[in-house]
């Protein structure tokens, strides 16, 4: 079994350039305040409006663009304990106009952002992408603030424990995630195994479609487990 440590998430990945000196650039945006009441719709506006002031305000830090334009989707994930979780993904590009070089445009792009919002607070993972052999993801947060081990183990559930898609471990500390990709079969069934610390354990079995179209494991505050497939679209199933 592979072990490996994912510390606190980097900043966004942002593809740009600048040219040039520039008369003015476009003002930093206000973040906005946790809504109430607080509804699925709800988080996920606040989520959208978050993110997008997030990334625009990270574009002005050592930059001087003169125009920013960003576009963040944001979809509600699922509900545990009244935590709403909320995924979030942004893109967008920049104009530069320098005094002495011809405007230059930039792109950028961002991974997955997962948000854990309540009536009083919010968190924000990103995703640290591990590149496996397939395309289906399986993507595992820490929303706790203590460090977890998390130990992962994906078989076909109609064959022999020995064929393995997947038997790994990481360690992550607080509010940090990771996807891992797998190579898997369409129509085909599975069981993923998750043990927690060594000591807490959980099964979850789904069956490999189109849509959803991953599996997202959640170190809960509370040190628990939740375990549910993910869309563009639906919140999916979850472990019981």
Not at 126 to 133: A, F, N
Not at 145 to 159: I, N, S
Not at 206 to 224: E, I, N
């Amino acid at each position: 079994m592979n072990r490996r440590q994912y510390l606190t998430g980097a900043a966004p990945a942002l593809l740009l350039s600048t040219a040039g000196c520039l008369s003015s650039s476009p003002d930093s945006k206000e973040y906005p305040k946790i809504p109430d009441p607080l509804t699925r719709e709800a988080a996920v506006d606040f989520v959208e409006e978050y993110d997008t002031a997030a990334y625009h305000n990270a574009i002005l830090e050592g930059n001087s663009p003169t125009s920013i334009s960003v576009r963040c989707s944001a979809r509600f994930d699922r509900e545990v304990d009244s935590s709403l979780y909320v995924v979030s993904r942004c893109s967008g590009s920049t104009e530069t106009e320098g005094l002495l070089r011809p405007a230059t445009a930039s792109e950028y792009a961002s991974v997955p952002r997962t948000y854990r919002v309540t009536d009083e607070r919010f968190q924000r993972v990103d995703v640290e992408t591990t590149r496996g052999d397939g395309e289906y993801p399986v993507r595992v947060f820490n929303f706790d603030d203590g460090e977890h081990e998390v130990a992962l183990t994906v078989t076909p559930a109609t064959k022999s424990s020995d064929e393995k898609v997947l038997d790994d471990a990481y360690t992550l500390s607080s509010e940090t995630g990771f996807t891992q990709l797998l190579d898997v079969s369409s129509g085909t069934t599975y069981e993923l195994a998750v043990v927690l610390n060594d000591q807490q354990s959980t099964s979850f079995e789904w069956t490999v479609h189109d849509d959803p179209r991953g599996v997202g494991v959640y170190v809960t505050p509370d040190g628990g487990l939740d375990i549910a497939t993910f869309s563009d679209d639906n919140d999916g199933s979850r472990s019981g």
